[in-house]
């Protein structure tokens, strides 16, 4: 087992390992002594998981009750949030009371998002069930639902108090969300560490996956301490996920997420190497990692499709945009470019 401390605007620590789960209710009892948990969930996880962690709960004779929402993406608006909240008010939940968050990011930005509004803020512990929710949403403090406008239009920053980490729970996970996960693992590898590049491009991340995670979440902690607000660095972690973002709203989302990052760390990989921008030709590498990982490289769209949604995505600033480039394996660089010069770029 493992633990990564992270020192945010809360301090809090993320376990990871096998049956972290049977730490869930000693921790509560710690932190939260008399406190109330209402785990929240989606069908999914529900059926699989949840027995197991209420259980826990009531080894430790803590009061709880449980939250499911129906699974998937679509799930994650504004009507569903507000469910949580009439549910927490109708069972007289209080602030001193915790929301446990036990599923994939979809479930951890609302449930980080209902943990925020609820009288102004009430505890919360995430549980990630996803790879993608155990490397990437479930630490960083980011919550949010999606408005009909857009993805994660409506959010908060809002750190968790615990992560558990149960890699157990992975061995109910359908393959293509393994893989879609491991997209962001190579994306770390990439802007940060060699090694853990060269771990996931053998192949077979299973055989690795407790130090494959702590590698990731170390990677995600120091990035995310020293810009947590998403001012500057933070924004490193968003390597392929411009792109990305477009290949998802043309295929209509069609591409799932970890798909469209992995042809879009290609893409501005190859547009880096043939304009000079990067000091090795990490294109290659990159793309043999995705091909180990069973990942595309390749979309059916245009440079000139991919371009136009864009600069359609939150991310542009005025006529500039920020892209990430890679330097080489281990490393990358943030790049303000105008519009006209990464259109130009993308070739
Ligand atoms: N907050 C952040 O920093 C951040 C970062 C990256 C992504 N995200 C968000 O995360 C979401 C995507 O997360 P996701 O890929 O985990 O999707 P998800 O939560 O929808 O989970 C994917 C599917 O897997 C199922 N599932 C989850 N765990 C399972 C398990 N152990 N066994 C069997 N089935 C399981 C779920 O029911 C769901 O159908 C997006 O909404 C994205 O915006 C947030």
Redesign the pocket.
């Known amino acids: 087992m493992e633990t990564v401390k992270v020192n945010a605007s809360k301090n809090y620590d993320v376990i990871i390992g096998v049956d972290t789960v049977a730490l869930l209710g000693k921790k509560i009892n710690e932190m939260f002594p008399g406190a109330t948990v209402c785990v929240v969930s989606?069908?999914?996880?529900a059926r699989?998981?949840m027995q197991t962690v209420r259980r826990n709960l009531e080894q430790y004779g803590i009061k709880n009750s449980s939250f499911v929402f129906e699974?998937?993406?679509g799930s994650?608006n504004p009507e569903v949030l507000f469910e949580i909240l009439e549910y927490l008010a109708q069972k007289h939940f209080t602030r001193d009371d915790v929301l446990v968050a036990l599923?994939?990011?979809?479930?951890?930005?609302i449930t980080g998002l209902a943990a925020a509004l609820y009288m102004r803020g009430m505890h919360l512990v995430q549980m990630p069930?996803?790879l993608?929710?155990m490397v990437?949403?479930s630490v960083?403090g980011?919550?949010?639902v999606n408005l009909k406008a857009g993805?994660?239009l409506a959010g908060v920053f809002n750190q968790p108090e615990l992560v558990l980490c149960d890699t157990k729970?992975?061995s109910?996970?359908?393959r293509p969300?393994f893989n879609?996960g491991m997209a962001e693992v190579i994306k770390y590898g990439v802007i940060a560490d060699k090694e853990l590049f060269d771990l996931t491009a053998q192949g077979n991340p299973e055989r690795n996956i407790e130090k494959i995670i702590t590698r990731c979440v170390t990677i995600k902690r120091d990035i995310v301490c020293s810009d947590e607000f998403d001012h500057g660095k933070r924004q490193l972690l968003n390597f392929g996920h411009t792109i990305a973002h477009a290949i998802e709203k043309i295929s209509d989302f069609k591409f799932s997420?970890g798909s469209a990052v992995a042809v879009g760390m290609v893409i501005i990989s190859d547009m880096a190497n043939k304009n000079g921008l990067s000091e090795d030709n990490c294109c290659n590498d990159i793309i043999d990692a995705l091909l180990e990982n069973n990942l595309p490289i390749g979309c059916p769209y245009s440079t000139k499709e991919i371009f136009h949604a864009t600069v359609n995505d939150k991310k542009c600033s005025g006529e500039k945009i920020t892209i990430i480039i890679p330097k080489k394996i281990g490393e990358c660089k943030l790049m303000q470019v105008t519009l006209s010069e990464f259109e130009r770029m993308l070739g």
């Open positions: 989606d069908s999914t996880v699989l998981h699974h998937g993406e994650k599923g994939g990011g979809v479930t951890g930005d069930t996803t993608l929710a990437d949403s960083g980011k919550t949010a993805k994660n729970m992975l109910t996970l359908p969300y879609d997420h």
